[in-house]
């Protein structure tokens, strides 16, 4: 496929397990040692987590990326990072709890180019297992505890910060959950929705980390912003990869997120901003596939759109420059990132460790 890095301005492609492998392998080794700590009848249960999590075996699985976050704030603050694992964990959990919930919701049957939970084992224990997820994230908070150098004030803090963000991602995924039923979607309120689904966990991770790191209040505002917008521009330019781009095989657009009618920046823009004729046209394409409030399409409904309106929505997005705009705003998210990083007070072997995730994050 063609690089969303190169569409919107991102240098040189960074291969997260290669850089990263030491801070990987003991997070997922955490992970693992939380998982391991349940025994008895029900572990099939904990088998299809790990399942969910690429755990159970060497295979595709997800990059980790905010625990990554959360790990490199700590560790540009205090120069070290075990401490701080368990924190790790936890965020990758909680962020895999909502995926579980998510691919339910959403009927996505394939992640990481395998089955999802619910497509194998069902939905019934599939949102049981996503259930469990939560609370597992939980749990290896808790074991900061045992770690030296921890206020308990600061790890109810950070508790608190943990519950919060869990509340924020439920109302995204409410906002684009409701979007599926609307034509009429404005992007404040698409910001909003990415605000709380994408960019409040990764604020969140790095908040973390430098919660656990220091005291000083303006320091950790400032890690908090730099993981939201850089949390705005990678949904972004995930929106622009969903639309855009060209499969390997065709050479054509794959546009995923256009055939799924997904409600993503440059069409809720062009539903705002192109002119009047193609506005009534874009109504027109994705009020055929709205879903009811039970989530659910009329039976005689096709909710994969037809190639010819895929086509037509593209030309639709390109003239209207939404894809211009969508480029532009997810370039703007990553300069106000980058530029925040670069003001944090750390050392700069340790900016350039975090400056390589956000081209990573963006390419990925």
Same mark, same amino acid.
């Given at each position: ?21 030491e ?12 998982l391991? /700590?349940?025994d008895g009848?029900?572990?099939p ?5 790990? !399942? ?29 990072y ?9 965020? /990758? ?11 339910i ?8 180019? &395998?089955?999802?939970?619910?497509? *194998?084992?069902g ?5 049981n ?12 908070? !808790?074991r ?8 308990e ?9 943990y ?27 698409? #910001?909003?929705?990415?605000g ?26 400032? !890690? &908090? ?10 949904q #972004? ?5 969903g ?5 390997e ?25 192109a ?9 027109d ?5 709205? &879903? ?10 096709e ?8 086509? /037509? ?19 703007? !998210? ?17 900016r350039?460790?975090?400056?390589d995730? *956000? ?6």
């Amino acid at each position: 496929m063609t690089s969303v890095a190169r569409q919107v301005g991102y240098a040189v492609p960074v291969d997260i397990r290669a850089e990263f492998s030491e801070l990987l392998a003991d997070i997922e080794a955490e992970m693992q040692s939380v998982l391991a /700590e349940r025994d008895g009848h029900t572990r099939p249960l904990y088998e299809m987590l790990a !399942y969910h999590l690429g755990l159970d075996a060497d295979r595709a699985r997800g990059k980790r990326i905010r625990p990554l976050l959360g790990l490199l704030a700590y560790q540009s603050l205090s120069g070290k990072y075990r401490e701080a694992l368990p924190g790790a964990a936890a965020v /990758e959990l909680g962020h895999n709890f909502s995926l579980v919930h998510d691919d339910i919701e959403d009927g996505d049957r394939e992640r990481h180019h &395998r089955p999802t939970l619910w497509a *194998v084992w069902g939905i019934p224990l599939a949102i049981n297992a996503g259930d469990a997820m939560f609370a597992l994230s939980r749990l290896a908070l !808790y074991r900061l505890m045992d770690a030296e150098g921890f206020e308990e004030r600061k790890l109810l803090d950070l508790m608190r910060i943990y519950d919060e963000t869990c509340l924020a991602l439920t109302e995204g995924q409410y906002l684009d959950i409701t979007f599926e039923q609307r034509v009429d979607v404005s992007v404040d309120e698409y #910001m909003e929705m990415i605000g709380k689904k994408t960019a409040a966990l990764l604020a969140a991770a790095v908040q973390a980390g430098a919660l656990l790191a220091t005291g000083d209040q303006g320091t950790i505002e400032a !890690y &908090r912003q730099f993981g939201y917008d850089l949390g705005l521009a990678f949904q #972004m330019a995930d929106d622009v990869k969903g639309t855009f781009w060209e499969s390997e095989d065709s050479g054509k657009p794959s546009a995923g997120d256009v055939r799924r009618r997904k409600k993503t920046l440059p069409l809720v823009w062009a539903l705002q901003n192109a002119a009047p004729a193609d506005v009534d046209r874009l109504r027109d394409i994705y009020r055929t596939g709205l &879903r009811a409030t039970d989530g659910l399409p009329a039976p005689d409904v096709e909710t994969v759109m037809a190639p010819d309106e895929v086509d /037509e929505v593209l030309a639709i997005l390109d003239r209207s420059g939404a894809r211009a705009h969508a480029e532009g705003e997810a370039r703007r !998210y990553r300069d106000r990132a980058l530029a925040e990083l670069a003001a944090l007070p750390i050392p700069d072997e340790r900016r350039i460790e975090l400056e390589d995730l *956000v081209q990573a994050i963006i390419r990925a």
